[in-house]
């Protein structure tokens, strides 16, 4: 009997657009500390690594970068206000919900990978109605390494229950890419989320420009699965 198929996914610009409410909470903390407001437009170029990353990058794009001690103040401060803001404007992509219920009946083992950390990851998830396709979420902070390490993505295929051999990554971001080629799986990236990278130059191995056409780029990587 083959192993079922493994399709492991980031959160941030991947599932779901949460840039604006990342951005509101990014600006807020900045405000915080004295500093001015960065566009949203800006912002999708600053997503990936985790809020404290995101926070780093907010204040060097408004001046001096912060101390130690003022990261973790702000990271502090950032969780709480985004813990209580996270959906205010964040919707899923298009057609993703259809993705996951075609995987779904076809008997995938689904997990979340993110840089978000845990909490506020299945918060979001389940303010999304999405939180039942995913067993398992692997935040920033659920072990003592992150996306792009590979351990972050093993251990989710362990607690799936599932087999590296029959897995793949999907993302949006050199994060997530890096973490497929470093775990040795083939990566879908969406070329709709946050990058600090032109897409064409992260290496992954399917682009898609709507979720309409994952089910291709999966037939392509994974066809003993969906072929």
């Known amino acids: ?32 500390h004295g500093r001015g407001r960065v566009p949203e437009a800006r912002v999708r170029h600053l997503v990936g690594g985790g809020a404290r990353l995101l926070l780093d990058r907010g204040f ?43 995987l779904e009946a076809r008997g995938a083992l689904m997990a979340v990978c993110t840089n978000k950390v845990e909490h506020l990851s299945r918060s979001l998830l389940e303010m999304l109605a999405i939180d039942h396709y995913f067993p398992v979420v692997i935040g920033g902070d659920t072990l003592a390494v992150k996306k792009p390490d590979p351990e972050h993505l093993f ?41 600090r990278i032109p897409v064409p130059e992260l290496g992954a191995d399917a682009v898609i420009d709507h979720f309409d056409q994952f089910d291709a780029a999966l037939a392509k990587l994974m066809p003993a699965h969906f072929g």
């Open 1 to 32: 009997m083959s192993p079922r198929p493994v399709l492991l996914f980031d959160l941030d610009g991947t599932l779901a657009d949460t840039a604006a409410d990342l951005c509101e909470t990014m600006n807020v903390v900045l405000e915080m």
């Open 60 to 102: 060097r794009e408004t001046g001096d970068p912060a101390s130690e001690e003022e990261l973790d103040r702000s990271f502090e401060e950032f969780i709480a206000y985004y813990g209580k803001h996270i959906a205010d404007h964040t919707k899923l992509w298009p057609g993703v919900r259809d993705v996951l219920d075609r």
């Open 155 to 195: 251990e989710a295929i362990r607690l799936l229950g599932g087999d590296r051999a029959h897995a793949l990554m999907v993302g949006d971001s050199e994060t997530d890419i890096d973490a497929a080629k470093n775990a040795g799986l083939p990566s879908i990236c969406v070329s709709f989320g946050y990058t």
